[in-house]
């Protein structure tokens, strides 16, 4: 079974109309690296545009009509460059505004591609448990999410996880404060694995580059986040259904 982009996006449209209880009205900000970010040039390119949608890069929401989703995502920070460059306070100047709207404010976090390269893991849990007491200390849902997949395979087909102590820190992390887990790296490895590397790196950013995405990158593992929350925050959150992506994503079927 083969899904053309077409059937994605008019079935997600189909959709838009899907109510939720106005009473508890939510709000998405976005916190992390490249693999999270915005971006359109190289070295850049995460799956934010597949949740958030964007006229620039021709991705479809995953969320709501009118349902605020805030990209804060930085291409090449750490999880300490991010607060000391100073993106860290302009992600916590969002969550406090949709806060101060009452709106409950989900932050999802993720990191690990940058500081796997200068620290170990323990460095990078430390500093995930400081930003989820500091989103919480001002009203916010952190969401920690595992580090996306490199597509960079074996020769067996397996993909070469040198993240790995990255997102169990991740993992552990969320244990310790208790917070909602996304675990994008093993859905990841799962899906490229499942789809292959031919059709993994059909969703590179440049050819060569198997960790950034390109739009159709975005839209299947946007759509794969926004199925994460879904599962973690069963019928509480403004996500619009995909059914055929998500069939596709959850079968190991390639959709581009």
Known sequence: MHFLKSSLVSSALIFCHFAYGASHPVSFVLIGDSTTANGTTPNSGGWGNGLCGSMITNNIASVTANTP???????????????ADGFWNISLAAISGEVKRGRRTLVTIQF??????IAPPESMG?????????????????VLVTSLTRR??????????????????????SQQQGSHLLDLHAASIKYVEAIGPDAAHRLNRLPDDNT?????????????????????????????????????????????
């Open 126 to 142: 430390a500093n995930l448990t400081s930003m989820v007491e500091q989103i919480r200390a001002i009203g916010g849902e952190p």
């Open 69 to 83: 989703c805030i990209n804060t995502a930085h291409d090449g920070a750490t999880t300490g460059s991010f607060v």
């Open 112 to 117: 690990g591609h940058n500081d796997m390269k």
């Open 212 to 256: 950034h995405l390109n739009s159709n990158g975005t839209t299947v593992f946007g759509r794969m986040v926004a199925d994460l929350l879904k599962e973690s925050f069963p019928n509480e959150l403004p996500i619009i259904p995909n059914p055929p992506l998500s069939f596709n994503i959850s079968h190991g079927i390639a959709s581009f």
């Open 152 to 173: 960079t395979f074996n020769a067996d087909g397996t993909v070469q996880d040198a993240l790995a102590p990255w997102a169990n820190e991740t993992i552990l992390i």
